[in-house]
């Protein structure tokens, strides 16, 4: 079962950003690691991480070289 209310994709990279343990800040992803481990091309993931974004499900962190990722809701 997946998240509600958001698109099939943006479910698939949630459940890879759960299964990689990008559950907090200090264990937060590039999209790069994500679009590795959710199989998606990479403007998908990040239109993906957006939308999570959007909804409250994932965080987003600028750093020095790409910016972090993590989960602020587990479902």
């Not at 239109?47 to 020095?64: F, I, N, P, S």
Request: glycine residues 12%; aromatic residues 6%; charged residues 30%.
């Amino acid at each position: 079962m997946g998240i509600e209310g958001v698109s099939d994709r943006a479910d698939k990279v949630y459940q890879a950003m759960k299964g990689m343990g990008f559950l907090s800040e200090e264990k937060m992803g590039d999209a790069e690691r994500i679009t590795q481990a959710s199989k998606l091309p990479k403007g998908q993931v990040l239109a993906c991480l957006q939308e999570l974004e959007g909804k409250g499900y994932v965080k987003r962190r600028a750093r020095d070289k790409a910016a972090g990722y993590f989960i602020t809701k587990v479902v």
